[in-house]
């Protein structure tokens, strides 16, 4: 059964001071939520978020590259930069590892391969933020050094670049498919005049990742200059270039439009995608659907406040919130698999870049009111993985396991969305991939099983993992319960009491059992090994699915409260490892981590 999500929550933020209501600004009538959403929250700091042109959940995600590589350049795009090196067609939002920045392209005036980066001369171009509007659906620069207007927007699996070049001289665009990541293998293929394909597989932290292109452009290709070790060069001999230098004859200096689809599965894929999605569709048009498609996206939640800060904080907050997961499949059914396969299938949307450990504790859930239908994908999609790569993904990305994060995390979000009578998928194949993550014998699971907790010499983040675990199968317990699993509840709920073995009574705090012995020296306030991403302060009170239990551990509701006051009395330092992720800390408890 696929549902229809026709649900609008009311939340009001009161606003008020000491001598007086504010008036109520109100998002249901004449007020545009795309107005409320600011792209460029989150493209500063630690932040790793892009500004550039998406649509909920899609393929493409079309938005400048101001960064080659670093933690804080994760996404492709820091907001202290001053240096655009190009537009690529791919990005990950708030990860903490870099990826994608696929198939970049870049307006200019002259024919150079270097991209600047060395300091020499290069395609890069300066801009400024005075010059640079990011909106949901579209994004727009003035590039300094060359005095070019772009502005992008974006369908599901393409997109549209358009150019505004100063004079009809010189228009040049750059194609490099070196940018960011180790390519393995490539192709650039000139079709004819106005057409350029071709593919880019490479490697970073998807280590296999495959993506195929399709570009068609509103003005002919006067002349195309290939990159070979720093020579131009006429022909893309055995297609060996990576990088191409495009120069459009445009007389009458006309916008040049650059439309582009990309697919997963093959080149024919991409230009399906662009064909089926585009066509002949102006840019106006096509941002304009993008637009409309956003601003019902984001009134499946109404909220109204005196406060329009408040506002703009929390509709950009869901902007992101429907950034991922990323649709993985092309308009015919198409997709490539787990296993790097082609496969097919019209039942259901397929997706990838599932961050399981960020997502499960509150993303899901609010993907169970505001998007049921797809919630009943993404499930669909984790046992098509289950089937093509043996397990449930943890954290995939692009039809890569990375092997990144803790838990088995597809769990509690199947268990959740079947509780709440989101079914539209096998529940006994989804019972049977759930109990398929609990038993395997790795990342410490083996010692869980056998013991009932995860020795410090055995497995890193060992306490974090334990409880983890303790939690995930309390919810395959649930799963089994509501469909009559004697047995699988009784064995489930048992191991869902494990946390029990990595509680110090002494200390009150969970830690780490190193040879039978608690791990010391304790340190409450330390980040290390461990604790994923966290202390023992963060940790210790994760017992989600038994708080009757974990008060009786504690000693009563009256040490229970007293733990908490200390967690958010205690000083705000972290000792140990530097863990930026912990940000937002009142006291203990950090608000800026999952």
Sequence with gaps: MRFTCAFAAIITLASFNCSEEKSQLSTTKD??????VNPFIGTGGHGHTYPGATMPFGMMQLSPDTRLDGWDGCSGYHYSDNYIYGFSHTHLSGTGVSDYGDVLLMPTNEVVFNNGSDGKKGYRAHFSHDNEVAEPGYYKVHLDSTEIDVELTVSKRSGIHKYQYPTAEDQIMILDLEHRDEVLDHKIVKVNDSTIKGYRHSKAWATDQRLFFHMIFSHPIESALYDEEGVSIAKNYKYLSKKVALKFKNPKNEPVYVKIGISAVDEEGAKQNLEQEIGKRTFKEIKTKAQETWERQLGKIVVESGDKDHLTNFYTAIYHTMLAPNLYQDVDGRYRGMDLEIHETKDFDYYTVFSLWDTYRA????????EQERTNDFINTFLAKYDEGGIMPIWDLAGC???????YHAVP?????????????DAEKAFEAMKHSAIQDKLGLDSYKTIGFIPVEYESESVSKTLEYAYDDWTIAQMAKALGKKDDYKTFSERAQYYKNVFDPSS????????NTWFAPFDPYEVNFNYTEANSWQYSFYVPQDISGFINLLGGKDKLEANLDKLFTAKDQTAGREQVDITGLIGQYAHGNE
């Design 363 to 370: 993303t899901h859930p609010l993907y169970t009111i505001i």
């Design 31 to 36: 007020n545009s939520l795309i107005s409320l």
């Design 401 to 407: 396991y990375t092997g990144c994060m803790i838990g």
């Design 413 to 425: 979000v199947i268990a959740d969305a079947y509780l709440k009578g989101i079914t539209g998928y």
């Design 508 to 515: 009150q705090f969970m830690r780490g059992r190193f040879r």
